[in-house]
Protein backbone atom coordinates (compact mmCIF):
# COMPACT_ATOMS: atom_id res chain seq x y z
CA UNK A 1 0.00 0.00 0.00
CA UNK A 2 1.59 3.26 -0.87
CA UNK A 3 0.58 6.58 0.21
CA UNK A 4 0.75 10.10 -1.60
CA UNK A 5 -0.04 13.09 0.27
CA UNK A 6 -0.13 16.33 -1.41
CA UNK A 7 -1.83 19.73 -0.97
CA UNK A 8 1.17 21.81 1.37
CA UNK A 9 2.08 25.29 0.48
CA UNK A 10 3.03 28.50 2.03
CA UNK A 11 -0.47 30.22 3.47
CA UNK A 12 -1.05 33.29 5.60
CA UNK A 13 -2.39 32.82 9.36
CA UNK A 14 -5.63 32.62 9.12
CA UNK A 15 -5.94 31.20 5.75
CA UNK A 16 -6.67 27.70 4.60
CA UNK A 17 -5.25 24.58 3.10
CA UNK A 18 -6.48 21.88 2.05
CA UNK A 19 -4.26 18.53 2.13
CA UNK A 20 -5.09 15.47 0.03
CA UNK A 21 -3.91 11.29 0.13
CA UNK A 22 -4.27 9.00 -2.55
CA UNK A 23 -3.72 5.58 -1.54
CA UNK A 24 -2.73 3.02 -4.24
CA UNK A 25 -4.93 0.41 -3.19
CA UNK A 26 -8.99 0.49 -2.12
CA UNK A 27 -10.05 1.75 1.63
CA UNK A 28 -11.19 -1.42 3.75
CA UNK A 29 -14.10 -0.17 6.18
CA UNK A 30 -12.11 -1.33 8.67
CA UNK A 31 -8.89 1.16 7.62
CA UNK A 32 -8.51 3.74 10.13
CA UNK A 33 -7.16 6.59 8.17
CA UNK A 34 -5.17 9.74 9.50
CA UNK A 35 -2.98 12.91 9.49
CA UNK A 36 0.15 13.35 11.66
CA UNK A 37 2.70 16.04 11.83
CA UNK A 38 5.96 16.83 13.30
CA UNK A 39 7.61 19.67 14.02
CA UNK A 40 11.52 20.07 14.21
CA UNK A 41 12.89 18.28 17.05
CA UNK A 42 9.70 16.63 17.89
CA UNK A 43 7.81 13.35 17.95
CA UNK A 44 4.86 12.83 15.07
CA UNK A 45 1.60 13.72 16.64
CA UNK A 46 -1.54 12.60 15.32
CA UNK A 47 -3.76 15.47 14.08
CA UNK A 48 -6.79 14.05 12.93
CA UNK A 49 -8.04 10.00 12.44
CA UNK A 50 -11.47 9.06 11.45
CA UNK A 51 -12.37 5.21 10.97
CA UNK A 52 -15.52 4.24 9.14
CA UNK A 53 -17.63 2.25 10.89
CA UNK A 54 -16.81 2.90 14.34
CA UNK A 55 -14.55 0.32 15.71
CA UNK A 56 -15.37 -0.44 19.39
CA UNK A 57 -12.33 1.98 20.69
CA UNK A 58 -12.19 4.46 18.62
CA UNK A 59 -14.89 7.30 18.00
CA UNK A 60 -15.70 7.74 14.12
CA UNK A 61 -13.58 10.70 14.27
CA UNK A 62 -10.68 12.13 16.45
CA UNK A 63 -8.87 15.56 16.24
CA UNK A 64 -5.98 16.56 18.36
CA UNK A 65 -7.33 19.25 21.05
CA UNK A 66 -5.07 21.89 19.28
CA UNK A 67 -6.95 21.60 15.94
CA UNK A 68 -10.53 20.91 17.06
CA UNK A 69 -13.14 23.57 15.22
CA UNK A 70 -10.61 24.11 12.37
CA UNK A 71 -9.53 21.39 10.89
CA UNK A 72 -12.24 18.29 9.04
CA UNK A 73 -10.63 14.87 8.21
CA UNK A 74 -13.01 13.14 5.39
CA UNK A 75 -12.41 10.07 3.25
CA UNK A 76 -13.82 8.74 0.14
CA UNK A 77 -13.21 4.85 0.09
CA UNK A 78 -14.15 4.46 -3.72
CA UNK A 79 -11.92 6.61 -4.87
CA UNK A 80 -8.94 5.91 -2.10
CA UNK A 81 -8.83 9.17 -0.76
CA UNK A 82 -8.40 11.12 2.14
CA UNK A 83 -8.46 14.90 2.52
CA UNK A 84 -7.84 17.32 5.70
CA UNK A 85 -9.25 20.59 5.12
CA UNK A 86 -7.20 23.06 7.69
CA UNK A 87 -9.02 26.42 8.45
CA UNK A 88 -7.72 29.25 10.12
CA UNK A 89 -3.96 28.78 10.26
CA UNK A 90 -1.90 29.38 12.87
CA UNK A 91 1.91 29.35 12.65
CA UNK A 92 2.17 26.38 15.34
CA UNK A 93 0.44 24.59 12.73
CA UNK A 94 3.67 23.77 10.62
CA UNK A 95 5.45 22.42 9.18
CA UNK A 96 5.48 18.36 7.90
CA UNK A 97 2.03 16.39 7.73
CA UNK A 98 1.42 12.81 6.94
CA UNK A 99 -0.97 10.99 5.82
CA UNK A 100 -1.38 7.27 7.23
CA UNK A 101 -3.71 4.26 7.05
CA UNK A 102 -3.39 1.65 9.42
CA UNK A 103 -5.02 -1.32 8.63
CA UNK A 104 -6.10 -4.80 10.56
CA UNK A 105 -3.26 -7.41 10.50
CA UNK A 106 -0.97 -5.13 8.60
CA UNK A 107 0.08 -2.47 11.06
CA UNK A 108 0.44 0.84 9.74
CA UNK A 109 1.30 2.82 6.75
CA UNK A 110 2.97 6.05 5.43
CA UNK A 111 2.90 8.74 2.90
CA UNK A 112 5.79 10.98 2.67
CA UNK A 113 5.41 14.35 4.26
CA UNK A 114 4.17 17.30 2.72
CA UNK A 115 5.25 20.63 4.17
CA UNK A 116 2.94 23.12 5.31
CA UNK A 117 4.16 27.02 6.06
CA UNK A 118 2.38 29.58 8.04
CA UNK A 119 3.27 33.26 7.87
CA UNK A 120 2.35 35.44 10.73
Known amino acids: VQLQASGGGVVQAGGSLRLSCAIS????????VGWYRRAPGKQRDVVAR????????????YYADSVKGRFTISRDNTKAMVYLQMNRLEPEDRPVYYC??????????WGQGTLVTVSS
Open 100 to 109: NLERRGDGHY
Open 25 to 32: SSIRSTDV
Open 50 to 61: ISDRGRPYYAPE
